[in-house]
């Protein structure tokens, strides 16, 4: 006897494979575009850690060893420093005091208080004349993290890199050099807060 058209079994069994393969797809759509949205903002806060860490270094680069405040930082915010801008009788001279500093745009109290899904945020301001009356200042950048990445106020190093409670910026003696680090933070195109942390070391100028 010939056989025409499907039993009920086999409609029953080709839509639950077909239903399976659509959910299959769906997750692996889903998959891919969260995948995307993930590297499309680590490269776009790469870029911005990047840019802003290499802003930093050009000027500490310049910046007189003799000059700098504190002069064996460990682990602090803020970072002042003079540039030379000449010589005389052999002797440097020194540009108007500068500083590099951490600059809270919130309370520091672990509460998003502006409800921007960020908890303690923080910009990056450069002070020009520092501690003098014509005291000016710059912000360089916004969106940096409360603490760097891994570290929480705890009176612990939880991040392992020998700085207790380190701030996003902070800076730190390591021989001649002074070692930059700095974690920035954004959101995704689906929302997600996600940090990205960078470092160097600097050999200010003798
Ligand atoms: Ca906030
Ligand atoms: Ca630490
Ligand atoms: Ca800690």
């Not at 005091?97 to 910009?123: K, M, S, T, W």
């Not at 940096?144 to 020998?162: K, T």
Request: charged share 25%; net charge negative.
């Amino acid at each position: 006897m010939r056989r025409s058209g499907f039993t009920l079994l086999e409609l029953a069994v080709a839509f639950g494979v077909l239903s399976l393969a659509i959910v299959a797809a769906a997750d692996l759509v889903s998959t891919t575009g969260d995948a995307l949205a993930r590297g499309a903002a680590t490269a776009s806060l790469d870029a911005k850690a990047n840019a802003l860490l290499a802003r930093i270094e050009r000027d500490l680069v310049q910046a007189g060893a003799e000059t700098l405040l504190p002069a064996a930082p460990a682990g602090e915010s803020a970072i002042a420093y003079r540039l030379a801008f000449g010589y005389e009788d052999g002797v440097t001279q020194w540009g108007s005091p500068l500083r590099i500093e951490f600059r809270a745009d919130e309370a520091q109290d672990g509460v998003d208080n502006d409800a921007d899904r960020f908890v303690d945020e923080a910009r990056i301001v450069l002070v020009r004349n520092a501690g003098t009356t014509a005291e000016t200042e710059t912000a360089w950048a916004n969106g940096i993290r409360s603490y760097l990445e891994g570290e929480v106020p705890n009176g612990l190093d939880d991040n392992g890199n020998g700085l207790v409670d380190e701030r996003g910026l902070c800076f730190a003696r390591d021989g001649e050099a002074i070692v930059i680090r700095l974690s920035v933070e954004g959101r995704d195109s689906r929302g997600r807060v996600m940090a990205r942390t960078v470092a160097t070391a600097v050999r200010p100028r003798n």
